[in-house]
């Protein structure tokens, strides 16, 4: 699906408390990186977390999934990419996808599943306009899907 939004990109380098014993970029290292770009992300789009707390609306993860493809070393420079994966039409409920990259070379690949939470009622919500829009300007991956809105009754059982 094209999409006119851009891919918005967080440039980075591994530091030092980033690493193993091994040497190696700690596997949760890899979702901090990806939660600042999301971050980073809507703070630039004017709603970040003060704008969500102003609103009582934060998002909430149902999975989060990385694949570790190079290996990442002290002082590598990276940048992590957000792009939206797919989204209900309501903007409710969507996934993310973000790429490492090192030198322009795939390192690794997070995926997770979110949706909006209303802090008050602490359930699941559309957002306001504002994140739609936020959301609207983000760029879509190429395999973007539109997801279903809201959790779809199952038929009846057959007689």
Excluded: C
């Excluded at 600042?36 to 969500?52: E, F, K, N, Q, T």
């Amino acid at each position: 699906m094209d999409h006119a939004g851009t891919t918005f990109t967080l440039p980075l380098a591994v530091r030092w408390a980033d690493l193993d014993p091994n040497g190696h970029v700690r596997h949760s290292v890899y979702y901090d990186w990806g939660a600042m770009a999301r971050i980073s992300y809507l703070d630039r789009a004017g709603v970040g977390p003060v704008w969500m707390a102003a609103h009582a609306i934060g998002p909430v993860m149902f999975r989060e999934e990385a694949r570790f493809l190079r290996e990442l070393r002290f002082g590598d420079e990276l940048s992590v990419d957000v792009q939206l994966s797919a989204s209900s039409p309501d903007a409710r409920k969507w996934q993310m996808r973000h790429r490492v990259l090192r030198r322009g070379e795939l390192a690794a690949t997070i995926e997770l599943d979110g949706a909006w939470l209303d802090l008050r009622a602490r359930k699941v919500v559309a957002p306001p306009a504002e994140m739609v829009r936020a959301f609207d300007q983000l760029a879509r991956a190429e395999d973007f899907t539109v997801l279903p809105s809201r959790k779809s009754t199952p038929p009846p059982p057959a007689s």
